[in-house]
């Protein structure tokens, strides 16, 4: 059997509960925090009674040993070694009920811990589609939001016109960009397309007679900004494939949650749609304290059931749950500070470009948002300290 593992309730405790339950702007965190402070205060009154029963146990037994060593009296003797047994069968069982009130505890803290991650993973999981910065790095990758460029690329886009039938390059060059000017619908400038459509800018420029000084240089300045957004997306695209990784990972522990959720929302005698209505849709601060406060004493009766229908084994399965919890609430940590590493690496790639002669000042702009964007992630997920809590949430008694 393992040993037995006490609930450390710091776990996502960064700061005291002072709001009431009542309080309409109670806070995710705030409700979370009060009722496992709740758990907390209760095995707190309960440890401080088994200890003082244990401490006046121990006096007795000490009180006994004192009286066998100086007694010579047979009977009394004997007495006082029945009467022994008795105080130390006593305190077993006090050891054995503060053993029960840890597992009932950490089973409690366990179950509203695991019914919190619903309210957390879901946006963790839309976080990268709903940021302004996305949007905006986007917008600073795509060349049409350029002047130098645009005003180059109108001219290229009518040599292509002309001489598109007498020359293969420019002719596919052509129908990738398409009718409409195909940049504003995002063409790629990565890739096969980006080796494609420099032959054809090269070819353009290359065109240019030395006395249209002032065409040849609006066409070397598109060239110019083309490269350097090219380098700017090859490097982007990098840093987004890191994100398809965590996107993955997100849906593998979505899987591994909804598995621990479901077999101990069978356990405790739940129905998981009542959880979904009454806590995660649920904008009343207050009801779902409420719903937390029931499902924290469903998880204390069904850790008393077990003990009662299996009094030799009966921490094993309780362990196990315990174990599952942390493993998702590690995982989950993990993922963040690995969203936390992603977004860091947006620093680097504007730190890198925002000096860039064609698109500095462009890149440069997105400091603020990605400033704001990291302010955001770190205020709501605290990935540093969620994953700190997660690795200490049991201590070995």
Known sequence: ????????????????????????????????????????????????????????????????????????????????????????????????????????????????????????????????????????????????NYAGFRDGYDKFRVYIDKTKDKNATLKAVSEVVGASGGFTAGIPIVGAYSQLLFSGMAEYINSIGHKRRDLKEGAEKMFAITTALSQFATDKNQIETEWDGITQSLEEMQVSYDSVMNRNMRMVGLDICDMGNCYTKQSDASKRYQYLTMLREKAAAHVLEVHKDNPKEWKEDIYYQLMDVQTLKIRYGDIAYRITHHINMYSTLIAHYKNNKEIGEHVAKLDEKLGQLKSTFDDTFEPTQYAHAATQMYKVL
Request: with cysteine; glycine share 4%; aromatic share 6%.
């Open 1 to 144: 059997m393992k040993k037995l593992l006490v609930f450390c309730f710091s776990l996502c405790l960064f700061t005291q509960a002072h709001a009431s339950v009542g309080d309409s702007v109670l806070s995710e965190k705030g409700v979370r925090e009060k009722i496992l402070n709740d758990i907390q205060e209760n095995l707190n009154h309960k440890n401080r009674t088994i200890d003082s029963t244990i401490t006046t146990l121990d006096n007795r037994v000490g009180k006994l040993d004192s009286v066998l060593k100086t007694t010579g009296n047979p009977k009394e003797r004997i007495d006082k070694l029945v009467e022994r047994v008795q105080v130390l069968e006593e305190k077993q069982k006090a050891i054995e009920q503060n053993e029960l009130n840890v597992y009932e505890a950490n089973y409690q803290s366990a179950l509203i811990n695991l019914v919190s991650m619903d309210r957390e993973i879901k946006p963790l999981v839309l976080f990268r589609c709903t940021k302004d910065f996305f949007d905006a790095l986007t917008e600073t990758g795509n060349p049409i």
